[in-house]
């Protein structure tokens, strides 16, 4: 089975490129972020034409998740069940699968602007009601993928320029033990299970040419829960759709799990 999760920054824009890379590339699930697209506008006929259906929460001009898949998702869950919240940020469903139901969650985390600000305070309480929620998800579906642009890079590993970033939101000690506590729960960065390549991005600002300088972060994760470890065995980057004409900032990262290794 192969997740992947993109950020794509606006699907009316970037759906060309989406349907393009789906095409080239044979996964079970696409989880997109930030459709910026009214729930009655998600381009479903377009997908269906292409030979996939999608479970999405929308929301005009902001945000937005959605699911791509040609699988049958069941027990679909919009948003946090434990924050009420109107900015649409999470869905989730439970495919069939070799190893029994596994649980797919795809988030759009909150940026949080600047540290001290209410849109980092709104963040921080936002991922505390995420870490109850998968908590409970635990429980229910031991095999469990959480996916999304989780605006928070782990380490510094994850940061072209330590130094630069200091002090900035996506680095900040209260995210990165956010992003610690939800490791925690019994969940793991499918990334760091396999050697990577140093300077391995999945975010690059449009500005001051970042990504030709690979001046980016790694913000995009794949978590897999302990039961879907061992199944666990590759996770990457695929660089090639930041260099598109009128790119996402963000691009695709993909896991690969091989439920014979679970027999």
């Not at 960065?189 to 980016?216: C, H, I, T, V």
């Not at 061992?230 to 759709?241: L, S």
């Not at 260099?243 to 691009?251: A, M, R, V």
């Amino acid at each position: 089975m192969k997740i992947a999760t993109w950020n794509v920054n606006s699907l009316r824009v970037r759906l060309p490129q989406v349907l393009d890379w789906l095409e080239q590339n044979p996964i079970d699930v696409l989880c997109l972020q930030e459709l910026k697209l009214a729930q009655d506008k998600f381009p479903i006929e377009e997908l269906r034409e292409a030979g996939w259906d999608a479970q999405w929460a929308g929301q005009p001009t902001y945000n937005g998740v959605a699911l791509i898949t040609k699988l049958e998702g069941q027990d679909i869950q919009r948003n946090l069940p434990t924050y009420e919240d109107p900015q649409q940020r999470a869905i989730a469903a439970t495919f069939d699968t070799a190893a029994g139901p596994v649980r797919v969650i795809n988030l759009y985390c909150p940026n949080g602007q600047a540290i001290g600000s209410d849109k980092f305070a709104y963040k921080l309480e936002w991922f505390q009601a995420l870490t109850t929620w998968l908590k409970t998800e635990l429980e229910r579906y031991p095999n469990l993928v959480v996916v999304g642009d989780y605006n928070i890079a782990p380490a510094d590993e994850d940061v072209h320029d330590p130094a630069r970033w200091e002090g900035e939101v996506h680095v900040s000690e209260p995210e990165r033990a956010a992003f610690q506590t939800l490791l925690g729960l019994g969940l793991h960065d499918s990334f760091r299970l396999f050697p990577q390549e140093e300077k391995s991005f999945s975010w690059w600002d449009y500005r001051r040419m970042a990504y030709r300088r690979n001046a980016g972060l790694r913000i995009d994760h794949i978590l897999v829960s302990d039961a879907l470890k061992p199944a666990t065995v590759a996770c990457t980057i695929d660089r090639q759709p930041r260099g598109n004409e009128q790119p996402s900032d963000h691009t695709p990262v993909i896991v690969e799990l091989d439920f014979d290794k679970l027999a």
